[in-house]
T-cell receptor, first 112, second 111 residues
């Protein structure tokens, strides 16, 4: 089983739609969680960290469910510019040096 | 505001040739990384350097060597390139926080 798993998509949604992605992780001792965004042929960039209590940044909401070992990303009022691949990132605990484990990404396509 | 700079951006190599990917960061970060990204495989860690003078193997180190020349620079060397090393390579750095900053990537094709 992969340490971090994501549905590769693509998720095809119209502008204005609400879309949600999940990401599951296998290491129950995982410590930190993030969502990164990667545009086509570009480098990944941090979208947001995921906190235990859940957090929101504008149209984006991230949540963590430790009991079921998954994190989620909700995008409201989708824009064309949201089209990208969203990478789930997890850092396991007790690695001494923080090792980030990347999911393979979920592709989102927002259409007019 | 350069951030993480890596060169070259594109390279075509013949099997058996060697080359070095260069990476430099201007954020005074201690930690630096080299990843490769392949379709369906996600980002996989090749080598990392937790601080100047130290390097360690990641998930897929075979066929690669690295040098942490100083705090700013972390290079990746392919001694004898193989077609399986055709990939996109990303250098990255991380400071005291959890945010990792990536370079723009190097597209390498081995024929």
């Amino acid at each position: 089983r992969k340490e971090v798993e994501q549905d590769p998509g693509p998720f095809n949604v119209p502008e204005g739609a609400t879309v949600a992605f999940n990401c599951t992780y296998s290491n129950s001792a995982s410590q930190s969680f993030f969502w990164y965004r990667q545009d086509c042929r570009k480098e990944p960039k941090l979208l947001m960290s995921v906190y235990s209590s859940g957090n929101e940044d504008g149209r984006f909401t991230a949540q963590l469910n430790r009991a079921s070992q998954y994190i989620s990303l909700l995008i409201r009022d989708s824009k064309l510019s949201d089209s990208a691949t969203y990478l789930c990132v997890v850092t396991p605990m007790n690695t001494g040096f923080q090792k980030l484990v990347f999911g393979t990404g979920t592709r989102l396509l927002v259409s007019p | 505001n350069a951030g993480v700079t890596q060169t070259p951006k594109f390279q075509v190599l013949k099997t058996g040739q060697s080359m070095t990917l260069q990476c430099a960061q201007d954020m005074n970060h201690n930690s630096m990384y080299w990843y490769r990204q392949d379709p369906g495989m996600g980002l996989r860690l090749i080598y990392y350097s937790a601080s100047e003078g130290t390097t360690d193997k990641g998930e897929v180190p075979n066929g690669y060597n690295v040098s942490r020349l100083n705090k700013r620079e972390f290079s990746l060397r392919l001694e004898s390139a193989a077609p399986s090393q055709t990939s996109v390579y990303f250098c990255a750095s991380r400071g005291s926080g959890n945010t990792i900053y990536f370079g723009e990537g190097s597209w390498l094709t081995v024929v």
